[in-house]
C-alpha cells in the first residue's frame, strides 16, 4: 500500500504566487524526499530531509516535517510558469530503506 | 554523467507475448530500483537491489513478472505472458546507498508499455 498521501491532488495558482503541497505518510522513516515529474519523464529529486529535521530550504522551495504528526509540507514561493509539473513525496522506511511514493500533486502556474 | 538509461522508450505488444524491459543504472551506484506508474495506483515499488541482490520484491504483482541484476550496470524486468492490465509506465532509479541511506533516487525517463 501506499506509505505518502498528498493534498491537494491538483493545485491550480497564478505566477508569483506561493504553493504550498502536504504529504502524511504512516510508518517510521530514515527520511522524506520530495520529487518533480514533468510530463512523460522521470521522477527528479529536488529535496530531502532527514526524521531529525525539522525544516529545510533549497532556493525557492522550503520543506517541514512533523514526526510526531507524521506530515511533510513543500512550500514553492514566487511560482513561474515553469513549475507547472506533478509532485511527488516519498519515504524511505527505515526498516529495509524501501522508498514509497504518494500519488502526488498535480500544480498548474498560470503566467 | 550519462543519467539512468532504459529501454526501449516505448513498447507496444500483444497480450500473451513476452516482454523485456531494460535499464543501465548510474555507473557506481549500488542500488537499483524498479517502479511502475498508472493514472489508478500511481507510483508502485515492485522491487529493488543492493549490490545485485534483491532486498524487498514484495511489489511484484505476480509470477508473470521477474527481475534480474545479473552485474551492476544492468538489470531487466520481464513479463511473460503480458496482459492488457500491465500497460503502464515503467521506470528504474538507481543511487549509491552506504552503511546510512539518505541518499536521492536518480530515474530513468521509463517505458511506456502498450498490451493490447
Known amino acids: 500500500s501506499q506509505q505518502g498521501e498528498e493534498d491537494p491532488q491538483a493545485l491550480s495558482i497564478q505566477e508569483g504566487e506561493n504553493a504550498t503541497m502536504n504529504c502524511s505518510y504512516k510508518?517510521?522513516?530514515?527520511?522524506l524526499q520530495w520529487y518533480r515529474q514533468n510530463s512523460g519523464r522521470g521522477l527528479v529529486h529536488l529535496i530531502l530531509i532527514r526524521s531529525n529535521e525539522r525544516e529545510k530550504h533549497s532556493g525557492r522551495l522550503r520543506v517541514t516535517l512533523d514526526t510526531s504528526k507524521k506530515s511533510s509540507s513543500l512550500l514553492i514561493t514566487a511560482s513561474r510558469a515553469a513549475d507547472t509539473a506533478s509532485y511527488f513525496c516519498a519515504t524511505e522506511e527505515n526498516q529495509g530503506g524501501k522508498l514509497i511514493f504518494g500519488q502526488g500533486t498535480e500544480l498548474s502556474v498560470k503566467p | 554523467d550519462a543519467g539512468v538509461i532504459q529501454s526501449p522508450r516505448h513498447e507496444v505488444t500483444e497480450m500473451g507475448q513476452e516482454v523485456t524491459l531494460r535499464c543501465k543504472p548510474i555507473?557506481?551506484?549500488?542500488?537499483l530500483f524498479w517502479y511502475r506508474q498508472t493514472m489508478m495506483r500511481g507510483l508502485e515499488l515492485l522491487i529493488y537491489?543492493?549490490?545485485?541482490?534483491?532486498?524487498?520484491d514484495s511489489g511484484m504483482p505476480e509470477d508473470r513478472f521477474s527481475a534480474k541484476m545479473p552485474n551492476a550496470s544492468f538489470s531487466t524486468l520481464k513479463i511473460q505472458p503480458s496482459e492488457p492490465r500491465d500497460s503502464a509506465v515503467y521506470f528504474c532509479?538507481?543511487?549509491?546507498?552506504?552503511?546510512?541511506?539518505?541518499?536521492?533516487?536518480?530515474f530513468g525517463n521509463g517505458t511506456r508499455l502498450t498490451v493490447t
Open positions: 532509479a538507481s543511487t549509491f546507498r552506504a552503511q546510512v541511506y539518505n541518499s536521492p533516487l536518480h
Open positions: 537491489f543492493n549490490n545485485n541482490v534483491p532486498i524487498d
Open positions: 555507473s557506481g551506484h549500488n542500488s
Open positions: 510508518t517510521s522513516i530514515n527520511n
